[in-house]
């Protein structure tokens, strides 16, 4: 079957760095997401990863690895409205997005 | 960047009633747009699929008759919710895909979805 797996909360300090991982089991590959979603409101595209290695934009990077079925969002310089949940989705071989259950991401002062 | 409308953003109901949401692509056209429904502390969950003038694909589980989606032209898609019930109450999500068709480059660009509370 398909399977998105990130884990479900994890907490860090403002002004650090934080890197959330997830792994991936798809029917085929078409890349990865990332999204962000504050409480409330619908999510915002960050990146999309279909080869290996890192992406960077800005605080946020995001790597991935085919071979290992395997991405992470690293996020540097927190700030206090990084706060949120971070959606990773895979786009399988029929170009669907298989979601994960997404990262609550708790920053504190 | 793409941006993708709701309306209403927020609806409160009389159980029984219908009510139906408006989800629109303001700066491009989406052959394909997708209906996600997410209640509190839970993931997205995909509800259909919406492709321009052709029938809605629906995902296991979710009722065609309940939830009617038409999606008469590229810009636009609607989610009718009929007969709602309170268990209906939810937040609900539409999204719509740009780039090229079938290509991995496709992103999809989420409107800022519809609160329905059923009473």
């Known amino acids: 079957g398909q399977n998105i797996d990130q884990p479900t909360e994890m907490t860090a300090t403002e002004g650090a760095i934080v890197q959330i991982n997830c792994t991936y089991q798809?029917?085929?590959?078409?890349?990865l997401f990332w999204y962000q979603q504050h409480a409330g409101e619908a999510p915002t595209f960050l990146s999309y990863n279909v080869l290996d290695g890192l992406e960077e934009k800005g605080r946020f990077s995001s790597f991935l690895s085919r071979s290992k079925g395997y991405s992470y969002l690293l996020l540097k310089e927190l700030q206090m409205k990084d706060s949120a949940s971070y959606l990773c989705a895979g786009k399988d071989s029929n170009y669907q997005l298989i979601w994960g259950a997404g990262t609550k991401l708790i920053i504190k002062p | 960047g793409a941006v993708v409308s709701q309306h209403p953003s927020r609806v409160i109901c009389k159980s029984g009633t219908s009510v139906k949401i408006e989800c629109r692509s303001l700066?491009?056209?989406?052959?394909?747009m997708f209906w996600y429904r997410q209640f509190p502390k839970q993931s997205l969950m995909l509800m259909a699929t919406s492709n321009e003038g052709s029938k809605a694909t629906y995902e296991q589980g979710v009722e065609k008759d309940k939830f009617l989606i038409n999606h008469a032209s590229l810009t636009l898609s609607t989610l009718t919710v009929t007969s709602a019930h309170p268990e209906d109450s939810s937040f609900y999500i539409c999204s719509a895909k740009t780039g090229l068709a079938g290509g991995p480059e496709e992103t999809q660009y989420f409107g800022p979805g519809t609160r329905l509370l059923v009473l």
């Open positions: 798809t029917s085929g590959f078409n890349g």
């Open positions: 700066d491009f056209q989406a052959t394909t």
